[in-house]
């Protein structure tokens, strides 16, 4: 049953900027729908519009039908309770200082008695699995509790969609995905329908039943998932952002000089998909049911066809491009040599001083992989590098550093040790609580180990008085980058109007405004869509060719894997790996890109 | 008998009020002397924690307070010495040795009272009767520590990025100014998320609003407030009906020994020591219930063990 749909919905804002033109679109009850598109593009508009409450002031045309009904003709209490909506800053959208109260604040507002409030409650929180942190205040949980709680107190409004304006955004990935986990089984175990805008969309793809992708306003694509990643694949704006099993697909398919044989066929189905035409929904209200059922004799053919089984069913998670990359390796007229320039087309560092050494080595590399045979050059290779490494100036020193933030507390870095060198772009990994955000307030010198020395410059930290340290030396981008902005203009806007990813590369420009040569990072993804993402990484380059040390603490393994020339994995406190980039990726089963992910052991089999 | 905390909120807060009333007002040796000892121990098992160093400023308001009265109050027949023309009297030393320890009984009692009287306790009975008000405190809670957080975030980062560069007095009011300002903007930019936040979740419909709360009022509550409050009323009767009364000008005479001033003290005693005995009794049980299932456990791997071999 179709629970959700708009018609040629517009808005323009007072400033007379159109944020969204004819967007039509439907969402059937129990499905998953993703929204994609980038900064900028009208994501949030929408969501918005869709919840009565928080319409933004402008001017709006085109209806919007809940359940058949038009939306103006919901009651505030249905418009309340039928569609709940989670923001994407997890710390502001909580109201009341304790757990419990917060679950039970949207059933106070409407009115519910006591009891049932409390079976309600108590409900929710048991299947939440909130038990243990039910009594305690809401300061205390960390930012992935806390945007569960958020979830939470939406969903014991019992409503029926579900509006999720980037929700996963300020989370770290292994939370993000647990949190789309929970979401998923929402969707799946109690048909809710489900409309989340996102933009790393890795995770929500795979789970999701159909996609709208927006570019300034307009629909880009509108329809079943893998119809639409196959055009949004194509699209420059889009193909950043797509799973890594996808991009995988499509490099894979190109390289192979093959059209995409389902291309052709697909033809017609796509058509049916990506309506922006008003007059066909109309005519024919999006039915994904019906339009697989009209396509089936065409889609069956192609799976059958062993021709074109390769080209199947695009692969949307890890395990789908294991297995479309098993089957493609299995087929007669595949090519190993694919599978490296596949590999190593995704980490590009032209702008680093030894990128044709770089160049030269990958190649070596999947040589050896292809042949097994010059494990002992690429020895050599390593080994000359390291004896080069020794002869850098060390700019960024930890020596068995233990610090703790109470005197009866745990220690939260415990003989912690790393050296830096110049130029060099240093991540250091870590789940939560690894004590990474601990590490490098530390290397800024804003908070003080009890034992262990950090040496910047090869000088004592403590040694450093007053100023000095920040004086065209250290600098420091935090995660919280909002804490940066005290002036109320950046080129003549607001910095709380930017969107969160405009915000981080503005708040990198005032911090680099005091020309530091050693910059630290505290997660500068947090919030970057892949474009800007693409921005900041560029910067980054320029900066560490220009000599500028970087270290970076991240979560955000695709990004650091991109970027760093070596790698850190911080655990409980300590440092118990350091290594190359690319070899720090390569040993690791959990803790690594998609990429190695979807490729581990694959040159194995041939 | 279950220990002070898991009453009912209000059922606590009447406890709270009515005794601290008495012990303020009975101006009764026996009964000073009875709270003094009740509210140590209660101190002791609900509020132990750097309790020892709180004893050290207690000793010196007993000393201060028991020492004042006698300075300034030359009434009383029996003087000890005289001091400069002024006499200092027995009657006028006893009395400051019993405010004395009245004040440190109240003082004791609400360090009980606030270390149970949560955020969310007070909510609860507050947020009854002034709905809004409950809401408000209840988001002001949150939001202060919140700021505070906040607030040493974007000094840290005002610091990284040089903004006390001088490290003279007017570079730090100039500093901190601007991170007033930030916080100011900071607030009110974020204010509105939860703003949203909460209007998305029905906030202002036109359907009166419920308060909810995790406490419930069960028969035990019930049954301790009536307790609280016969007996209080009784004594209370006896301070209006001059039964308790105690007389320290111009010399001490103690109320006659009569049943119901018996009964009071009995009554006091019981409303007084009831968190200490209720805790212990608790603690015991526990004790007793934990060693058990070890006995149980010990005694099953024995039996296991038997019939393995």
Known sequence: MEILRTENLNFIYPDGRQALSDISFSLEEGEMMCVCGPTGSGKSTLLRLLKRELSPRGEKSGDIFISGRKQEELSDFEAATRIGFVFQRPDMQIVTDKVWHELAFGLENIGIKQNEIRRRVCEIAGYFGMESWFDRSTDSLSGGQKQLLNLASVMVMQPDILILDEPVSQLDPITASDFIATLTKLCREFGISIIAAEQRLGELIPVSDRILAIKDGKTVAFGETRDCVRTLIKDEAFAVSMPASVKLYEKIMSASGKENPKETDNASHEEKTIKTDSATLKEEPINTDRATLAEEPVRTGITHSKEDHKGGDIPLSVGEGRRFLKEYLKSPESDP?????????????????????????????????????????????????????????????????????????RDILRACGFKVGKGEVFCILGGNGAGKSTAISAAAGLIKPYSGKIRVFGKNIGDYKGQELYNECVAMLPQDVQTVFITDEINGRHPYDLSGGEQQLAALDIVLASKPKLLLLDEPTKGLDAVLGEELKKKLKKLAADGVTIVIVSHDIEFSASIADRCAMLFNGEVVSVGEARDFFKGNYFYTTAYNRIMRGMQAEK | MKPLEKYNPAVLFIYFLLLASLVMFAANPVMTMIAFVAMNSAAVVYAGNGLGRAYIFYAVIFVLTSLANPVFSHNGVTVLLVVNDNPITLEAVLYGVMTGFTILSVLLLFRVFSTLMTSDRLLYIFGRAFPKLGLLLSMTLRFVPLFGRQRRKIENTQKTLGLYKNENAIDTIKGKLSILSAMTTWGLENGIVTADSMSARGYGIKRSRTSFSMYR?????????????????????????????????????LSEVSAYALISYVLYALIAFFPFVAKLAEREAQKKLFKESCDNSVNRERIEKRDSV
């Open chain 1, 337 to 409: 040599r694919i599978l490296s320039e596949v590999s190593g087309s995704e980490d590009t560092r032209t702008l680093h001083e030894d990128d044709k050494e770089n160049a030269a080595e990958k190649q070596a590399v999947s040589r050896v992989e292809a042949n097994k045979e010059n494990a002992a050059e690429k020895q050599a290779d390593r080994d000359k590098k390291d004896s080069r490494r020794k002869d850098i100036e060390t700019v960024l020193e930890f020596k068995e550093v233990y610090l703790k933030y109470e005197r009866n507390g």
């Open chain 2, 217 to 253: 009022f069960e028969r035990s509550d019930a049954f301790m407030l009536c307790a609280v409050l016969l007996s209080c009323g009784f004594i209370f009767l006896g301070i209006a009906i001059d039964k308790l009364k105690t007389d320290f000008y111009p010399r001490i005479e």
